[in-house]
């Protein structure tokens, strides 16, 4: 169950809420946000909603039989929407679409991909500084300093930064140039990271795993929720089976399944999700139609330079014509 | 190699010619389809394509590097059109809409079923009267006496018929009821099967299998073609995974990808890609804008009444609005 | 339910047992075996088991819970022994090796081979006549002639043939010279050829699908119980995964489940399973170790010489070392 | 490639080395571990290893041509023995085996499981203390205090401790209660976990990730070897595929494979690898005729009630029956 607590509970209140859950044999978890309190009830018991519902104290109260619960459409039947300032959001019938290189490689590379962005009407921009590499001689993205160069030149232009956050320790030093951060496929289920993003005020992406379930990707948002933070958006960037012409497997399955099982919006990464350039834009538009919230790319002014991906990332003109296709589709969908 | 041999070559220069490209270790397959007949060397040997191409007899001889040949798009780059007769295509620009129940159940179910088809502007029928299915004592379709009355009330509004045959020993007693035999997702890599169904004039959409790879669907498509026939379509389905959120995930990345490989059409089926009644319909629509030349998805005037497959299977409403999406979307994509 | 029918039940008897069975919602499949006459009853409504065991010709009588009935070891918990004749048997304590080459490719191949068996103690031949190939263009195998050669050598010999059935229309031309029926893995879910070769009285060995479910093979199996045959063999041979090290990955864990839920013997093949010639015995150990009731693997005088699978072939020398281990292994389990 | 430094390489001689390697347009990473000081060599270019060979202060040195190079069997070709002090080894002929609970519970929980493995011989004791858990309403063990109980009644007996650390920041407060830090399968691609592990001089077992490939699991291994340490052992529990008759699907392939590629100890986790109680003790087996160098495996006192992993753990008398075969099997196999 969950319980919205009333801003000006008493803490008598509060102790009398708690105690008559744990009677019932649940399990409670008090959970506070940015945005409000909550108390999440674990069990499985049967009980009357009534002699509950009826304490003061309490502004809502819903019983969700699913195994996560923040995170669950059961409870919260509106679309989240995620407000990244500046009039960019993401969700709720706002469509987002993020686009920039796999690695940030330097500021003519940040400069010549923001001038894309602005001049096909995107604002939120993508790139990785810290990358995760199976082999630890790869080169492993420009770090902290990548970012605030970026940062700079974003801010300059009204450009939100999406980039991937690989460890606790660079939380921290990250914070303040990061509009959104990103949970990457190998960390989905690195539970301290996800507990820590849930203490912060900023939007986190969550990656699904690579080989991680639709039901996974969910309780991994759980824990950012339960941490403390509301403003979380998931991402399908397929996944790993037998078949070998593709990169990974986008499971185009899971948009539609997670809109329905989720309030939180629902981004796609084709790029990731197929791994060849030139299929990527179908991906994308089938991701559109499917239902989803937004849809994440990989560009470069010169794909066959870029640092990494480059095999699966557009050129400008690819990248232009995916970003037509897919507003003139939405214009039809509605 | 593939080289298309004219059709008055007389039977000296036929043999000169093969014993030109046995002579190059290329082992020699004649392959006499309905449109033409051609010479498919098998071979790795680097040679010279003008000790051939200058012998009488040859309209045109390809180097083709895929394994697969006859159904390479590169040999033959214009994209087949497969035409079953009355003006009803598919590929090249032709997208079909093929609907139908999972079973076809009797006389009432089939004239439900043709009426909704017309009313929607649809001209193919789907529907099973010979069910595989995992347990020998579960329900296996009507069989013959089933196809026959169906065939009866098709004719009578000029609808076409796709159904599944599961054996060698069916084509003939189902051949003058169908237009396209369909070969399951078990029966992909029944190699008989596919030789027989090369040795008829009849369309043949062959399924990708439970776990099969896009190569091993190219490959099943070369049986059929190499034993004489042309006339293939190629259907995803979905693949088996470690997911249990849907039956099966649909790969939408095999859409873009056979489209490069093949010039053959393809053809999504939702249905059983995602398994799910209410989002079968994001999944067709993601299939259109990816590319695929038709989608074939299964209905019911009352789906949970249906004998088999009800929880995938569209009611009539949902139908008729995903036929009116998807024909919105092709007119935007032109 | 399972009811085992007494030899000498009258025909009104049979009736009224039908009819009672009938009359709780169960549908009746009559099953004729070799060995015996059951009424397998399909249904899920709870009964009291004594409203029929009280009528006359009735041997036996079990609900089984799960979905397969006739293969389950809930109705039979004995296990069943596959007797070849001339003392080759295997399941119940006695274990088989089986080996030779992947396809028979002449006399002097056949000779060798035997000669290799005999030397080490072996009684079955493995090999293949009619070969699956994924490209039409590859060897399929020397066919019924080879099958004829093949018989008259290990006939001599006193060897058992295991050989794959490939269709429907084989069975009849191969049945006198076989001993174990191969269904492949492609053919695991032909239901039509299963349902043949229920029809005959010769043994069975069913390959699990390349990605097919524990289960599936276990209903695969009950489609040839019920269709009369009750000498079935499963085989184990790897499942097809993501993982690119090895061909197939071998699935040891399903040795163990299968020896719970099922009465039959199951067989490991570890050659198809790894796929890799180093590491076949290896996997062999292991699945003698864990319950398999006994082992088939590829060998070759000159594995590199091999028409076809020669990577996952042994040589003899090895064959030797692994048949010495297994036998070693065998005796300390007991 | 690889090369091994002399202890009194000077300066000098080793700028002319690392100018060398770098004049041949290789990347050169110096590796300082507990035991060594190598150049690690990454590039492509072919050259006369004898052009290098001549310079003062080397060792040792070796073209590797797999892409992990300080753990690749082609290398070091001596098997690696991670000794545990006490006498406790693990690899090169020395089998171990680990038993424990899923998770600690308690002292008593301790004591009883310590008196188990003295009874049977065992020297090594599994257990967590910190949890990874999908749901963030679940218990997420006993933390640093359990595991200070844990290690003091463990010292007293004489047994060693193998515990996972889910987190950089738990390192230094687990460091000295800890004889393996676990790294779990969800942590497996956590690099800077594992480059942090590369800093300490503690054995540290490294789990296959949940659908990891046997070259990650390499690759994994080589950021903590790259980090300093070489003290690593390489564990296979299992990888998720598409079967639900297990929880996973145990990789009996990767333990003859890895044993193949890499010089450090491989062991076996069937508790995880099958998840089913009652078969843990075939997969156990067949791993150690496999070829394993150890197997771990969950144990209780009484399952049923076990905090965590019930269903898959062995009660007292299973534990000591696994132990007694696998000492015979060992033995056998010598």
Redesign the interface.
């Known amino acids: 169950m969950i319980i919205q607590l009333s801003p000006d509970i008493t803490s008598d209140q509060k102790r009398q809420l708690f105690d008559q859950v744990t009677s019932l044999k649940y ?1 409670t ?1 008090e959970v506070v946000t940015q945005f409000g309190t909550y108390l ?1 009830g ?1 069990g499985k018991k049967k009980f009357d909603v009534r002699s509950i519902g009826h304490l003061p104290g309490i502004l809502d109260i819903h019983i969700v039989s699913d ?3 923040l995170v669950s459409s059961k409870w919260k039947t509106e679309q989240t929407v995620i407000d990244l300032g500046d009039g960019v959001k993401i969700g709720g019938g706002h469509f987002a679409m993020m686009a920039g290189p796999c690695s940030i490689e330097g500021e003519e590379n940040i400069y010549k991909t923001i001038e894309h962005l602005k001049a096909n009407g995107l604002q939120i921009m993508r790139g990785g500084v810290f990358k ?6 790869s080169f492993r993205g420009m770090g902290i300093d990548g970012l605030k160069m970026w940062y700079k030149a974003a801010k300059e232009h009204g450009i939100k930064i999406v980039t991937e956050v ?4 660079q939380i921290e030093e990250m914070h303040d140039y990061v509009d959104v951060f990103q949970v990457g496929a ?2 989905t ?5 996800l ?1 820590e993003l849930g203490r912060i005020d900023k939007a986190v992406m969550i990656k699904r ?8 990707l969910m ?1 991994s948002a ?2 950012v929720f ?2 403390g933070n509301e403003r979380i958006l998931l991402c399908e960037r ?9 990169r990974n ?9 997670l809109k ?1 099982k989720t309030h939180l919006p629902v981004i796609a990464d084709p790029s990731h ?2 791994g ?1 350039r ?2 990527v834009s ?2 994308a ?7 989803a919230d937004g849809i994440i790319f990989e560009i470069h002014e010169k794909p066959d330079q870029a640092l990494s991906d480059g095999q699966q990332t557009l050129d400008f003109a690819q990248s232009s014509r995916l970003i037509h ?1 897919v507003n ?2 939405k214009e ?2 509605g």
């Not at 497997?249 to 399944?257: H, K, S, V």
């Open positions: 399990k978890n999440v674990i195994d996560f619960k995760p590499r199976s082999s630890p001689y690989m460890q606790v320790s190998r960390n289920q690195n539970f301290n990271l507990d795993g690579i080989s991680g379930t639709i039901d996974e309780y759980e824990y339960s941490g397929g996944i790993r089976t037998y078949e070998r012409a593709s497997t986008f499971d185009i399955n899971a948009i539609p399944i329905e999700g197929i060849l030139d299929h179908a991906v538009l089938a991701s559109a139609v499917a239902g296709k003139k589709l039809v969908l």
